[in-house]
């Protein structure tokens, strides 16, 4: 057992700082106060959050931390808290970690023993999902879809009997492709595409799945959300284990898969690990 107080510990602290979406007014005053007094703030990219900092008059140390330096650059924020410094990571906008950079140092510091507090702020997935008059929850974030059709239709079909209302980013060249998809694996449902939420352009359009040929092209930031199944399914053994090879295959160790498999599901750890074993017994016997 691990417990974090985060504000009666004198510890060195890395501040996960959520940054406006759209709109520079609704950047908190703890936000901007935390970025004043950090020694170092991470970035995802530093030209666009310098708008940002300038913008606000914050002059703190700004140095870059995306996908590409990720694992670069944890030794030296160790390092940093280690010397008892402070540190604030800020995604371009938004929330950091949801579908940007950062898993990874968290795990990282917190594992140095170093203090991990969010500064809340902005979400797209929030403000969007709240907008429309699809269920709020229970929902599932997904995130973005893959760019390959296949690779595409083999994760939503994961989620096709999942009663949560799904939340998805996309970018605006694959959402016409992404909607057809979406109609060919889950049929008829209700669906909104909220964009460029907070900024002038902001736009929230409701449709059905089965309009998707229709749908206009659109511009701009864009929040995907769909229905979920109308009725809880059964899920059937294949379809779990098609769920716990399609997370291995994306670099998963076995038992993760399986836990985050029951946990997206709601099923217990136990029945999803049942199932995965009996599958691989059984392709272990078809081989000999």
Known sequence: MERQKTFQEKRPTLYLVATPIGNLGDFTHRA???????????????????????????????????????????????????????????????????????????RAVRKSGYLVTSIPGPSALLSALV?????????????????KEKARKDILKTYKSLTHTLVFYESPHRLKATLATMYEVFGARKTAV????????????????????????????????????????????????EHVELLIDDGLKEMDAIKSVAKQRGLKKNKVYMAYQKHKQQYKDSEE
């Open 131 to 147: 907008v429309t008059d699809i269920l709020t929850h229970p929902f599932t974030f997904i995130g973005f879809l893959p760019a």
């Open 32 to 106: 901007i106060a935390t970025l004043n007094d950090v020694d170092i703030i991470l970035a995802e990219d530093t030209r666009t959050s310098g708008v940002l900092l300038k913008h606000y008059d914050i002059t703190t140390a700004l140095k870059s931390y995306h996908a590409h330096n990720e694992n670069a650059r944890l030794e030296s924020v160790i390092r940093y808290l280690g010397e008892g410094k402070d540190i604030a990571l800020i995604s371009d906008a938004g929330t950091p970690l949801l579908s940007d950079p950062g898993e990874s140092l968290v």
């Open 194 to 241: 909220a964009r460029e939420m907070t900024k002038l352009h902001e736009e929230i359009i409701h449709f059905d799945l089965s309009n998707h040929p229709s749908f206009p092209e659109v511009k701009g930031e864009i929040v995907l959300i769909v229905e979920g199944s109308e009725t809880d399914v059964v899920f059937d053994e294949s379809d779990m284990v």
